[in-house]
């Protein structure tokens, strides 16, 4: 308990928190949960567990190829990170 208290008064990790934060609003990341799995699939909100093997599976896949770019996956309409039509919905 000291030890979480003095790193929340001392600002430690303040500069990751805030890298994260800016990351998430690059990413169009509005609200959580959200998850972004091999920076390029992100599932937000609550999801079924089939969703997320499925998606686990497909990055594992993909991961052999070295593809990058993030895909939003289980939404009904587009984000900001998906305007370029990249997304798969």
């Given at each position: 308990?000291?030890?979480?208290e003095a790193m929340l008064e001392q600002g430690?990790?303040?500069?990751?928190?805030?890298?994260?934060?800016?990351?998430?609003?690059?990413?169009?990341?509005?609200?959580?949960?959200?998850?972004?799995?091999?920076?390029?699939?992100?599932?937000?909100?609550?999801?079924?567990?089939?969703?997320?093997v499925e998606t686990l599976n497909k990055a594992?896949?993909?991961?052999?190829?070295?593809?990058?770019?993030?895909?939003?996956?289980?939404?009904?309409?587009?984000?900001?990170?998906?305007?370029?039509?990249?997304?798969?919905?």
């Open positions: 308990k000291e030890e979480t430690d990790f303040t500069a990751e928190v805030r890298a994260d934060e800016g990351e998430a609003q690059e990413l169009g990341i509005h609200g959580v949960p959200f998850f972004v799995i091999n920076r390029r699939y992100a599932i937000s909100g609550a999801q079924p567990i089939a969703l997320f594992w896949e993909e991961e052999q190829n070295q593809r990058p770019a993030l895909v939003r996956v289980g939404e009904k309409e587009q984000g900001p990170a998906c305007t370029d039509g990249s997304c798969t919905l």
